[in-house]
């Protein structure tokens, strides 16, 4: 089987790629001019607190955050870390996993942490576009400052998102770039205009003003002042998941770009505090955003609707990178099996319907909770720092396996781990201010996937395997016994049994004991997820007969598990080379067809009471087989919805279980009766 195309060339960088890239990857990173200047001035106590120095301070902590963690760690280091052109942090486990087994726990924080991010991204961007139609005269005089108006149409703005992204990122992504250019644009000619008024703040390039405002005491935030800091720099993770929708080297292409802009607009909105600091009719302004302050009046109806655009956008770019962490994490049996659709042709379009319902219910529920922006920012950040401190960790090994020098790999590691263990602390703060639903989520995510894992390897601890080859003689005497009705001319089994001539007792069980099941050949399928994302191969193993094929099929973590098309290529394929017979078909629609009719066992484990299972590792089996009650059907997963498909519960019980002999009680006339028998013998 060939390896699979990729269906568009993603490889190289190009000016629709670029642009892609603009609407695809940058809206999260790209809106947060919306709300860390405004951030800074709340936590600081207001405009009236602020210091020529405090903001020179914030912007060089602005600064060299965006350089230190977006540009040299995401897009100069972890970028090159892709996995046949695929991002994200499960792509990064897939290849350095060989490493050491405890990786997979920082690969399960991460993963979690960020899909947690994910439902906070929207309801905090788009809020904080929105409430920028109260700085609007005409706006205000309607509504009269109801907040309630404005919740309304975020909920109404989130709804259409979600509602479109069965369309797949392709299309979004075209509709998107030109957007997010003039977003970008406009944020770089705000910053310029609002600069002009004063130069001298370039002197904020200097790492002297973000180290000293630290321990300052015009700083009254103190070392939680990174906490707003550090929002500047929340989309770097979403970025690098992103990586396998546009590629690599057009986000090279596109980042300066993106980097000047965000940062003009930051010194612009430096410039115009310092500008107005001392003005009376910003003194005692509540919910003071800088951004909007700054823009000129004539383009404050502008800023917003782009604003708001931009915000959408960057919703879309959580939205598409949890598609693809899900998915991987699917594939890498981290989590339940969910419907995946591929809106388009391209490579790394994908739509799960079951996240994407999840995500809108979850961001919904954010904005009602919290209500506005600023209590939304309170809980932003937080879960995002624990992804950014399990990456550097798996990067570690990564670099560790292309024989980088150990003492470059773990300066890598101390001085990114020290970076983000300052934000993750500066962050934890947030814990009590609305943090703590951000980690709720993410524990929940978290319990599956520890559910999943653990229970797929428990299963594999209690199940037991047979030689296939003890049973070839009765497969071979049930296939001609003329007195059982056929089953199928090809009955395909699938097992999980990794062992080339073994296979699971309970699928000899359903094919022998249960119910005897005549076929002219048995497949038994085992399906490989490999660490190449689009890996497409298999191997076959008939032991020596036409009636049995063993079949290993390795697929690649983004390949799409499509059973039913593999299998009749294969046949087709096993039929020339002779290794099984033709077989000849009176009724067909199909005049070249070599196989008969197949049909697919599909065997669920029940949680039986003969086990030897302890408590938690039972409750863990349990939660398990409960959760895949609402996922879905394997028959589906498998793309056999439209075959001939059987499934079979069997019990799941351990080998070594004590069983309890019963003992038989005999009627009174029964051991009259027996007595009489044996005193017969006797004589």
Known sequence: MKSLTKQNNISKATLGGILIALGVVYGDIGTSPLYVMKSILKGNGGINNVSENFILGSLSLVFWTITILTTIKYVMITLKADNKGEGGIFSLFTLVRSQAKWLIIPAMIGGSALLADGMLTPAVTVTSAI?????????????GGNQDIIIIIVIAILSLLFAIQHFGTDLIGKLFGPIMFVWFSTLAIFGIVSITHDFTLLRALSPHYAISILFSHENKAGFFLLGSIFLSSTGAEALYSDLGHVGQKNIYGSWPFVKICLLLNYFGQGAWILAVKNNPQFANMTDLNPFFQMVPHAFLVYSVIISTLAAIIASQALISGSFTLVSEAIKLNLFPRLHIMYPSRSKGQLYIPTINR???FACIGIVLYFKSSDNMEAAYGLAITATMLMTTILLFNYLLKKNVKFIIALSMLIFFGTFETCFF???AVKFMHGGYIAVLIALAILSIMYIWIRGYNIKMRVVENVPLED????LDQLRQ??????????????TTCKEPRQIERKIMYS???????????????HIKVTDEPYQAEYSVDTMDTSYIVKVQIKLGFRVDQQLNVFLRQISTDLVNSGEIQKQSRNYTTMQDRKVGDFRFLLIQEQLSYETDLNFSETFILKAKLFIKRYTVSPAKWF??????VDIENVPLFSA???HTTLQRVYKEEQITSKKKEKKKVNQ
């Not at 049973?471 to 009765?474: A, D, L, R, S």
């Not at 094919?511 to 399928?525: N, Q």
């Open 131 to 143: 409430e920028g139609l109260n700085l609007i005269p005409s706006f205000n005089e309607v509504v």
């Open 481 to 494: 016994d003329n007195d059982r009705p056929k089953y199928t001319s090809n009955l395909v089994c699938l």
């Open 639 to 644: 793309g056999l919805e439209t075959s001939d």
């Open 656 to 658: 070594h279980c004590n």
């Open 358 to 360: 999840i995500l809108w």
């Open 511 to 525: 094919l022998l004991d249960k119910r005897p099941k005549r076929a002219d050949v048995y497949w038994f399928v």
């Open 425 to 427: 602390v500066a962050n």
């Open 471 to 474: 049973y070839k003689k009765q």
